[in-house]
């Protein structure tokens, strides 16, 4: 089993549309939680960081940590095609350890 | 633009060679890091170095060494090289030297013949 799983997706939306991509996790140890977006042929940056449990909101994104359930989210508001993407979850203890990425496509 | 350079940006080369990917770091960023990206594995951390010295190391082959040096610029190499290798790999600088706020460069593609 994965250390950190996500769905690969692709997840396609139209724009306007509220959207949501999870993580789950297996190791207790993580206490850092972030959020990469990765465009087409570019490396990752950093989109948001939480480090407890709880919401954390940057404009339209929102970003859920739920430590007991060992699962994260991020919520992207009023979808644009600029979001299109491909959405990395990180978890940190002693080193960073990457989901394998969910593919976003927003359709004008 | 992250501040992360990395060469060559595309390298292919026949099984059984070596090669070398370098990365210069954000200026002033201590800590390197480097990742590999497959379709199929995602983005797997292999090594991390701190102002000079290994930190962390991750899934990296034993055919797969890496330094950092004094002006704290890093290179990744690989040798005995096989089909398998080809994938984008990913050099990634920080400030200090444990958090999870790095910055990426634009990858080495590698293909491997």
């Known amino acids: 089993q994965k250390e950190v799983e996500q769905d690969p997706g692709p997840l396609s939306v139209p724009e306007g549309a509220i959207v949501s991509l999870n993580c789950t996790y297996s190791?207790?140890?993580?206490?850092?939680f972030m959020w990469y977006r990765q465009y087409s042929r570019k490396g990752p940056e950093l989109l948001m960081y939480t480090y407890s449990s709880g919401n954390k909101e940057d404009g339209r994104f929102t970003a859920q940590v739920d430590k007991s359930s060992k699962y994260i989210s991020l919520f992207i508001r009023d979808s644009q095609p600029s979001d299109s993407a491909t959405y990395l979850c990180?978890?940190?203890?002693?080193?960073?350890?990457f989901g394998t990425g969910t593919r976003l496509q927003v359709f004008p | 633009d992250s501040g992360v350079t990395q060469t060559p940006k595309h390298l292919i080369t026949a099984t059984g060679q070596r090669v070398t990917l370098r990365c210069s770091p954000r200026s002033g960023d201590l800590s390197v890091y480097w990742y590999q990206q497959s379709l199929d594995q995602g983005l797997q951390f292999l090594i991390q170095y701190y102002n000079g010295e290994e930190r962390a190391k991750g899934n990296i082959l034993e055919r797969f060494s890496a330094q950092q040096f004094p002006d704290l610029h890093s290179e990744l190499n690989l040798s005995s090289l096989e089909l398998g290798d080809s994938a984008l790999y990913f050099c990634a600088s920080s400030v200090v030297q444990y958090t999870g706020e790095l910055f990426f460069g634009e990858g080495s593609r590698l293909t491997v013949l």
């Open positions: 190791n207790s140890a993580f206490q850092y």
């Open positions: 990180a978890m940190d203890a002693d080193k960073l350890i």
